[in-house]
Nanobody, 122 residues
Framework: QVQLVESGGGLVQAGGSLRLSCAAS????????GGWFRQAPGKERDFVAA????????YYADSVKGRFTISRDNAKNTVTLQMNSLKPDDTAVYYC???????????????WGQGTQVTVSS
């Protein structure tokens, strides 16, 4: 089992930045790819970004490419999502996930955090 806990969410004005962190415990986190997803009210959970187990490759949704950066520190068992130039459309609950591959499909992930709210005001 891998336990994931997100932090860093909050309220920010459009154009601002937030940094989300995902702390992992339990089984060796470095064995897993990491992902971030988000879910706005009344909408499905959408892919945001993913990273391979070693941090060598990263993947992004088109809507966040160039604004968000995913990274990881396996020594600290953390995955981070740096979010810049935030827009009101980025408002959602953000979830951290761990799985075998850095997939865009949420079904490919085995472990999930509880989520952290990000609200971007216009």
């Amino acid at each position: 089992q891998v336990q994931l806990v997100e932090s860093g969410g909050g309220l920010v004005q459009a154009g601002g930045s937030l940094r989300l962190s995902c702390a992992a415990s339990g089984r060796t986190f470095s064995n897993y790819a990491g992902g971030w997803f988000r879910q706005a009210p009344g909408k499905e959970r959408d892919f945001v970004a993913a990273i391979t187990w070693n941090g060598r490759y990263t993947y992004y949704a088109d809507s966040v490419k160039g604004r968000f950066t995913i990274s990881r520190d396996n020594a600290k068992n953390t995955v981070t999502l740096q979010m810049n130039s935030l827009k009101p459309d980025d408002t959602a609950v953000y979830y951290c996930a761990a799985g075998g591959l850095p997939a865009r499909n949420s079904n490919e992930y085995d472990y999930w955090g509880q989520g952290t709210q990000v609200t971007v005001s216009s």
